[in-house]
C-alpha cells in the first residue's frame, strides 16, 4: 500500500458578514467565481438545455418551456448583482440570499410560504488529496430548482446523465425529488471520500507497526480533523433529510418520501463510518505515543542495568583512587592507610574483584529475565 501524504482541509470562500451588519446584507467574498448559469429545462418527453451568465438565460428559457420542469444550476457566487435579481425574480427573502452568498452555513431546510430553501456540504477530495468542503445550496419552488454551487466542477454529472437519459423519475419527479437527487449525490460522494480515508487509515496502522516514526503521528491528527469535518457535515445533514420527511410542504410529496427515507439510512451509515475510524485514529495516536513511551523505558532500562553494573565498580575504584600516605612525613608506617597499596599483585586481585562482582550483577539480572525484555 502506498503512501499518502494527507494534506489539510481547504474551506472555500468561508466568509462571514461583518459584526453588526444589517440582516440580508448580501456581501460576496472576494475570491468567489464569476457566475455560470446551466438551465435544464424538461418533461417526460422533452429536455431544452441553456447556458448564459445573466438573467436572459434564465428568463428566456423559462418563458419558452412552460410546460417544464425547470433545474437552473448557478456555479459560482461571485455577482452580487444577479444574486440581487435573482431574489426579486423569484421572490426570495434577502436572508435567503445572504445564506446563499456566505458559505459557512451548515446543512438545513427551511420552507416558506411558496417556496423551500435547503443546503449541504459538498465535500470531495481534490487530485492533490486535500480536502475540499464547500456548500451547496438550493430553491425549491413548484417545478423549478434553483442551485448554487461555488465551484465549476462538475459535481453533478450522474444527475444530468439521468436527466439526458430520462428514465426512471428523474423527469417525473418534480423538483422536490430532484432535490433529493441532489442531496442523494453529495451523500453517496461521502461514501467516496470515506472509502479514499479509510485506504490511509489503514496504511497509517500498518506504518505503526512496521515503522514507527514522528510523520504518523502527524497524519493521524490530520486524519482525525478531516473526520471531524465530515462528521460537522453529516450530523446536520442527517436532521436536514428528517425535516424534509416530516415537511407537509406540497413541494415534497409521498413519493419523494419514500426516497428521502432511504437517504436518511444512508445518512446514519456515514455517520457511523465516520465515527468508527475517528476513533481508530485516535487508537493510532495513542498507541505510537504508547510505543513510543515503551522504547524509551527500554532504553532507560538498558542504561539503568549499566548504571547499576558500574556503581560498585566505581566505587571500588572510588576507594583505591584516594592518596591517602602510607608513611607520614617522619617515615613512619601508618596501618590505617590503606595498606592494600603495598600487596603483590594487588592491582590484579582488585580487576579480577571487579569483573566478579559485574559478572555476579549480569547473572542476577539474566535470572530475573530482565535481558529477554529489551
Not at 468561508?14 to 435544464?40: C, F, H
Not at 493521524?220 to 433529510?241: G, H
Not at 487508537?283 to 523505558?297: A, C, E, F, G, H
Request: hydrophobic share 40%.
Amino acid at each position: 500500500m502506498g503512501n499518502y501524504h494527507h494534506k489539510r482541509i481547504r474551506h472555500k470562500n468561508r466568509k462571514v458578514n461583518k459584526v453588526g451588519e444589517r440582516p440580508g446584507t448580501i456581501s460576496i467574498p472576494a475570491d468567489a467565481l464569476k457566475p455560470r448559469i446551466v438551465v435544464y429545462s424538461y418533461n417526460q418527453t422533452d429536455l431544452q438545455v441553456s447556458e448564459g451568465t445573466d438573467m436572459r438565460t434564465i428568463t428566456e428559457q423559462l418563458k419558452r418551456c412552460t410546460d417544464h420542469t425547470h433545474w437552473i444550476r448557478v456555479n459560482g457566487i461571485g455577482d452580487a448583482q444577479l444574486m440581487e435579481d435573482i431574489g426579486t425574480f423569484l421572490g426570495i427573502n434577502q436572508l435567503v440570499l445572504e445564506d446563499i452568498v456566505n458559505t459557512h452555513q451548515r446543512p438545513k431546510f427551511d420552507e416558506y410560504d411558496n417556496y423551500a430553501f435547503g443546503t449541504s456540504r459538498i465535500i470531495y477530495l481534490n487530485d492533490e488529496n486535500e480536502l475540499i468542503n464547500c456548500q451547496f445550496s438550493g430553491i425549491i419552488k413548484e417545478n423549478l430548482l434553483m442551485s448554487f454551487e461555488e465551484s465549476y466542477d462538475d459535481y453533478f454529472s450522474a444527475v444530468i446523465t439521468r436527466i439526458k437519459a430520462g428514465k426512471g423519475l428523474i423527469r417525473v419527479g418534480g423538483s422536490g425529488y430532484l432535490f433529493y437527487a441532489l442531496t442523494d449525490t453529495i451523500l453517496d460522494n461521502y461514501f467516496v471520500v470515506l472509502s479514499d480515508l479509510g485506504d490511509q487509515v489503514e496504511e497509517t496502522e500498518e506504518r505503526v507497526y512496521k515503522s514507527p516514526s514522528k510523520s504518523i503521528m502527524f497524519d493521524a491528527q490530520q486524519l482525525k480533523r478531516t473526520f471531524i469535518t465530515i462528521r460537522r457535515a453529516c450530523w446536520p445533514e442527517r436532521d436536514k433529510i428528517n425535516d424534509m420527511i416530516r415537511s407537509e410542504s406540497p413541494l415534497i410529496n409521498n413519493d419523494t418520501k419514500i426516497y428521502l427515507r432511504d437517504a436518511y439510512d444512508h445518512c446514519i451509515q456515514a455517520m457511523e463510518i465516520v465515527e468508527s475510524y475517528k476513533e481508530v485514529t485516535g487508537s493510532v495516536i495513542d498507541l505510537y505515543l504508547s510505543m513510543v513511551s515503551n522504547r524509551m523505558n527500554e532504553i532507560m532500562k538498558v542504561l539503568t542495568i549499566i548504571s547499576v553494573i558500574f556503581i560498585p565498580l566505581t566505587f571500588v575504584a572510588g576507594i583505591y583512587g584516594m592518596n591517602f600516605s602510607r608513611q607520614d612525613t617522619h617515615g613512619r608506617i601508618i596501618p590505617d592507610n590503606m595498606p592494600e597499596l603495598y600487596v603483590q599483585h594487588g592491582y590484579v586481585y582488585t580487576i579480577i574483584a571487579m569483573l566478579f562482582i559485574a559478572l555476579v550483577q549480569l547473572l542476577v539480572f539474566w535470572r530475573k529475565g530482565w535481558f529477554n525484555k529489551l
